[in-house]
């Protein structure tokens, strides 16, 4: 899209609060033309129908760490848990920078070739990125900063990084490409292999270096098996170009994205990291750990329902804003289906957290289960916020998410950090996530209008 086609940023952050009562009652049968072609709005059957082939796979490989976490909660303590959750937290910080973010704008380009340029190009984007990330981590362990970190943490953080940018430039081709059922197994691989590795190291060696050394590892064979199922093939254009000018003139048609969206998301990954990392800071590694294992938990619903229909929104909503201008109907109805099972979970969640906590875990980890309900409605919202909110990048509202990912993630610092105890810190922090998502909804709602708005 070009700069003509962006709504002034004043009145794009005017939000009328009868937007959001207006999200919830419209009709179906509006008369806004409805988007055509392969959206959902023209065919919402076949939508949700794509969305249970793409759940069905996200739910297996959300099921095997689930499962998972059932015998690493009794192999590793919850300080060992908890530094390992704050070191992996920093390397998904690391990991958004070395893509550029230019993995989320494969779904804006178009199908076949031109879409293996772009992945190449973001592929190359991670590996040059492995050069500054291995000299900040010398420079950070021979000036003393890392002394109080383990060595081999420190050892295989550049490649737990790099694993991690490159496996989702690959979940987001298949996705973006529409390949669900490789999608799907690509979880699944990456899944199994990390959980399992985790697993058997703990049996000898329980330690956050040896839950370090299996994501690592698991990460490694995750890559083998995309790079089978998902072939990056020639690198010489169809067309008869050479791959570097391909790649070139991808850097410069996407160029917001590392200038907008990587900082953007890299505050926004800051901000999901830093529960674990100030509340250890403040309050102790084993307080860390509990918060570590409620968080990994209570995300599980989000990454299942949640990302399997924003593999599918993404594509759809890409293809609807480009044949239409707007993709209101795919919104709303997305929307609402993801509001009602939000709702429903954290009912039940609810009322079952702390014993299924301690039935679960162990005894030790119930404190993890009173955290949780702290938490169930920052979690409930991001449910329903977390899909829809790609269409920041389909309607070019980049500059808008940066200013809301700024007062998020001081929002984050400021709840975390000046309450005296735990417990008044993540309950403060819940309810200001909370403000926020709504925020981001009522946005993400206008943006839909196209240019309505």
């Known amino acids: 899209m070009g700069d003509a086609n962006r709504a002034d940023p004043a009145a794009a952050v005017d939000i009328d609060p009868r937007a959001f009562i207006d999200l919830l009652t419209i009709s179906p049968m509006s008369t806004l033309p409805l988007c055509t072609g392969d959206t959902m709005s023209g065919d919402p059957h076949r939508f949700w129908r794509q969305v249970g082939a793409v759940l069905s796979g996200t739910a297996l490989a959300q099921l095997i760490p689930l499962l998972g976490s059932l015998a690493i909660a009794r192999l590793y303590v919850p300080t060992e848990f908890g530094l390992f959750a704050a070191w992996l937290g920093v390397a998904s910080l690391a990991a958004v920078a070395a893509t550029g973010r230019y993995e989320v704008a494969l779904a804006l380009e178009a199908d076949g070739a031109p879409r293996r340029v772009a992945v190449r190009a973001t592929l190359v984007t991670v590996l040059f990125a492995g050069l500054p990330l291995s000299v900040g981590v010398g420079v950070a362990f021979a000036s003393g900063v890392l002394a109080d970190v383990p060595a081999a943490l420190a050892l295989w953080f550049v490649p737990t990084a790099l694993g991690i940018a490159a496996s989702q430039t690959w979940l987001s081709w298949a996705a973006a490409e529409g390949q669900l059922a490789q999608l799907s197994r690509l979880r699944i691989v990456q899944a199994a292999l990390v959980t399992s590795a985790q697993i058997v190291a703990g049996f000898f060696w329980p330690s956050a270096e040896s839950l370090a050394a299996a994501q690592t590892l698991g990460l490694a064979g995750t890559l083998l098996a995309a790079a089978r199922m998902l072939p990056l093939g020639s690198p010489v254009l169809d067309a008869g170009g050479s791959a570097l000018a391909g790649m070139q003139a991808f850097w410069s048609r996407r160029r917001r994205f590392p200038l907008l969206s990587l900082p953007a998301d890299g505050i926004n990954s800051a901000a999901a990291q830093l529960p674990v990392l100030v509340v250890g800071a403040r309050f102790g590694a084993d307080v860390a750990g509990y918060l570590a294992l409620t968080m990994r938990v209570l995300a599980v619903p989000v990454a299942l329902l949640g990302s399997a229909v924003l593999d599918v929104f993404r594509r759809r909503s890409a293809q609807s ?133």
């Open 321 to 453: 804003w480009r044949e239409q201008g707007h993709c209101r109907q795919d919104f709303q109805q997305t929307f609402k289906v993801l509001a009602a099972g939000s709702a429903l979970a954290a009912i039940v969640l609810a009322l079952i957290a702390e014993p299924l906590f301690a039935l679960a875990f162990g005894p030790q980890w119930r404190a993890a289960g009173t955290m949780a309900l702290w938490l169930i409605p920052l979690f409930a919202l991001r449910f329903v916020a977390s899909p829809l909110s790609y269409l920041f990048y389909v309607a070019e509202k980049q500059h808008i998410d940066l200013a809301w990912q700024a007062v998020l993630l001081a929002m984050t610092l400021a709840t975390l950090w000046f309450p005296s105890g735990y417990a008044a810190a993540l309950q403060t922090y819940s309810f200001g996530y909370c403000t926020m998502y709504v925020v981001y909804l009522l946005l993400s709602y206008r943006f839909s209008l196209g240019s309505r708005t």
